[in-house]
């Protein structure tokens, strides 16, 4: 079993930057793809970012160019730096954690990321 345990969030001004980090414990870190999902009110959670087991990035075109996923393997630890911060990515950020060919199956408890125009 993996815990996830995600922090880094906050209220920022539009165009500002925040860092997410997100520790799992539990688990092979190093074996599994990564994820970072946002759920915004009344909407349906998205894909932000996800890096694999190998180091494979993918990002939603609503983020790319502002936002970099990246992991430290041996500090069981996956970030999502954030910049150029917009007030629609406002919303409730989760990390989540999937043996490679799976779906997600480990979810943080999400941080609150909070951008003011």
């Known amino acids: 079993q993996v815990q996830l345990v995600e922090s880094g969030g906050g209220s920022v001004q539009a165009g500002g930057s925040l860092r997410l980090s997100c520790t799992a414990s539990?688990?092979?870190?190093?074996?599994?793809?990564m994820g970072w999902f946002r759920q915004a009110p009344g909407k349906e959670r998205e894909s932000v970012a996800t890096i694999d087991w190998s180091g494979i990035t993918f990002y939603a075109n609503s983020v790319k160019g502002r936002f970099t996923i990246s992991r430290d393997n041996a500090k069981n630890t996956v970030y999502l730096q954030m910049a150029s911060l917009k007030p629609e990515d406002t919303a409730v950020y989760y990390c989540?954690?999937?043996?490679?060919?799976?779906?997600?199956?480990?979810w943080g408890q999400g941080t609150q990321v909070t951008v003011s125009s």
């Open positions: 989540a954690a999937k043996v490679p060919s799976r779906k997600y199956d480990y």
């Open positions: 539990g688990g092979t870190f190093n074996s599994y793809d």
